[in-house]
């Protein structure tokens, strides 16, 4: 799954390099979780790509969803017309992933290899009845070596040269499966003080190792 990341890049430097004008409300954030509010890059007719605000999750009466599995959400009932009329993608430096370590879970740091910015496939609800901000969720598929050591499953990486072909419509599903094999990424362990999700500075992205995170926690 995916429930958490980043997406820490200043204002400027980040509309440069998607080139497109950011919302006022984007703020560089290090622990972005369920619930908050997030950059997403959308077209809304398929043609014309802006940048906006999204809140992350869809509720419903009975779950509040946060991904969808790229195997099932152009059949789910609940996903399939944001399947086909509502993509986007969810701009990232990288995302946070906890491995089962003993009686703890440890946090780790996972980022593709050369490359600052990484964007994750997602899909999103407009909000018709009370104009409020859309929402969205992330696309998941099962984690290739070495990020499944760590968790079975992580978010769809899309490369840029099939953003438009994402966002269009005119990506399949089978293609998409294709795209989000080939990454390369890096992990390495970091704080427990990501566990919160009120902690946000750069700290949480630093490599860290076991012992010195369980001695930190001493003091």
């Not at 599995?69 to 906890?98: D, K």
């Not at 080939?182 to 750069?202: A, E, F, G, Y």
Request: aromatic share 10%; net charge neutral.
């Amino acid at each position: 799954m995916c429930g958490r990341y980043t997406l820490h890049t200043p204002k400027k430097q980040l509309a440069k390099s998607i080139a497109l004008t950011l919302h006022d409300d984007y703020e560089p954030d290090y622990n972005i979780s369920p619930g908050k509010n997030a950059l997403s890059i959308a077209s809304n007719d398929r043609y014309f790509v802006a940048a906006s605000i999204m809140n992350w999750g869809l509720r419903t009466p009975q779950n509040f969803h946060i991904n969808a599995r790229i195997e099932s959400a152009n059949t789910n009932p609940r996903f399939r017309e944001s399947w086909l009329e509502h993509r986007c993608l969810l701009p990232a430096n990288g995302f946070y992933e906890w491995c089962q370590d003993g009686v703890s879970k440890k946090p780790h740091y996972i980022y593709e290899q050369g490359k600052t910015i990484q964007f994750y496939a997602g899909i999103y609800f407009p909000n018709k009845e009370n104009n409020q901000i859309s929402s969205f969720v992330v696309l998941t598929t099962e984690a290739q070596a070495p990020i499944s050591r760590i968790h079975k499953r992580f978010p769809v990486i899309i490369r840029v040269d099939a953003h438009s072909s994402w966002l269009s419509g005119e990506m399949n599903k089978s293609d998409l499966h294709a795209i989000s094999r080939d990454v390369n990424l890096s992990s390495h362990t970091v704080s427990n003080h990501v566990n919160r999700v009120q902690n946000n500075d750069m700290s949480l992205i630093q490599a860290t190792s076991f012992t010195s995170d369980e001695q930190m926690m001493l003091f």
